[in-house]
């Protein structure tokens, strides 16, 4: 994610949680592709392994989520929310599970959500 | 954090933000302390420099946010809840700050927070 140009507000460096869950996700096109449900922390590394995106239903009501690896989300202050370098149809395709079938998020796992979007997977 | 024994659960080795969010914290001899109200998550670095304590009022209404390092808190499976080796009266001396006044959450914030807690700062 990219730095903020705000100077007093946490969101500078640091950006809370429960202000994430829920602000929308654009492409580049300006597509909405949906919101983000939650972040996925490794409770050993402290570090934020997925954000995931909820998409399809409303706020997780028959929706897919689709797990991120953080450095594909930007903020842009301009839209008021995430955006990620992809078109709709490519997401489409992306790793999802559903609510009912929550993956393992192991290490396979990892491998095959990173390596869809060509991110490098750091086991945490 | 500790490792948790939930083998198929995300829990194991990743904990989502939202089911973080309103968990209860105690200390060691069993006293509740408050609850999580959110993460302060690294915009670059993807992550966690603070769990956030909330302590005093009802969820959010005249509290007073603790700002954790991570690695102070550990989930027990027993008490269904975070603990942190601390007495209450130890706590009621940290750092914290009010809805109405948040910190800056810059290097010399963070390395007065860790270092109450005696935990090295990395700043992220």
């Known amino acids: 994610m990219t730095q903020l140009d705000i100077a007093t507000d946490e ?3 640091l950006i809370a949680s429960n202000k994430v869950e829920g602000t929308a996700v654009y492409n580049r096109d300006g597509d909405r ?3 983000i449900m939650n972040f996925m922390v490794g409770t050993r590394s402290g570090k934020v392994e997925y954000a995931v995106l909820s998409f399809g239903g409303f706020l997780g009501i028959g929706n897919d989520y689709y797990p991120l690896p953080w450095d594909v989300l930007t903020y842009d202050t301009h839209q008021g929310g995430y955006v990620i370098d992809m078109a ?3 997401l489409e395709k992306a790793p999802r599970y559903s609510r009912e079938q929550e993956p393992r998020f192991d290490r396979a796992y990892g491998e095959q959500v990173y390596g869809y979007y060509n991110v490098p997977y750091p086991y945490l």
């Open 33 to 35: 592709l949906g919101s």
């Open 88 to 90: 709709k149809e490519v």
């Open 11 to 13: 969101t500078e460096r």
